[in-house]
T-cell receptor
């Protein structure tokens, strides 16, 4: 199964700066997810995206976060004003359908806020 | 709220040993994923199952829906199997996954 490509693989940013994480999924996959893993902790759900709109989001996904699919291909996660506690691995995942289909993950973007 | 618990948290094995990692969840689910996280952080899907058993090479995953329990077995373990193994529960088709904390496996030659 083809991978989900995430860019960049690692980003270091100053606190308060905006970052955009990108995910390039397979074009015929309709369900996209962002997950986050703080170092040493379990993977946590951030947001799911279907049909060009958010279908579900967690309490972590506050007003500092936004997602979009600006060109019908790339799926982006934007953090408007980064905080130290945003430092984590961010994973994009895709599913072909919303039914019980397998989720495929990108290799992750390691975000370090300094 | 679905809680996903894994055991053990850490596991060290000698090469060739048979390994079992367990996963329990607290509410009914529609499917369960077993994932492998490499030392570099990337996540690879190993299995998705909703009943019975699946086998892929030296990996076997089983699930008992009534007991809310799943196991991942690795036969003839090898140092390259060293990774974090994560189970993640799917409550219904289009809901996000709920992850366990992972089991860190080290296989020593």
């Amino acid at each position: 199964e083809p991978e989900v490509t995430q860019t960049p693989s690692h980003q270091v940013t100053q606190m308060g700066q905006e970052v955009i994480l990108r995910c390039v999924p397979i074009s015929n996959h309709l369900y996209f997810y962002w997950y986050r893993q703080i170092l040493g902790q379990k993977v946590e759900f951030l947001v799911s995206f279907y049909n060009n709109e958010i279908s579900e989001k967690s309490e972590i996904f506050d007003d500092q976060f936004s997602v979009e699919r600006p060109d019908g291909s790339n799926f982006t996660l934007k953090i408007r004003s980064t905080k130290l506690e945003d430092s984590a691995m961010y994973f994009c995942a895709r599913k072909l359908t919303g039914a019980n289909t397998e989720a495929f993950f990108g290799q992750g973007t390691r975000l370090t806020v300094v | 709220k679905n809680e996903v618990e894994q055991s053990p948290q850490n596991l060290t094995a000698q090469e060739g040993e048979f390994i079992t990692i367990n996963c329990s969840y607290s509410v009914g689910i529609s499917a369960l994923h077993w994932l492998q996280q490499h030392p570099g952080g990337g996540i690879v899907s190993l299995f998705m199952l909703s009943s019975g058993k699946k086998k892929h090479g030296r990996l076997i995953a089983t699930i008992n829906i009534q007991e809310k329990h799943s196991s991942l077995h690795i036969t003839a373990s090898h140092p390259r199997d060293s990774a974090v193994y994560i189970c993640a529960a799917l409550n219904s088709g289009n809901t996000p996954l709920v992850f366990g904390k992972g089991t860190r496996l080290s296989v020593i030659a």
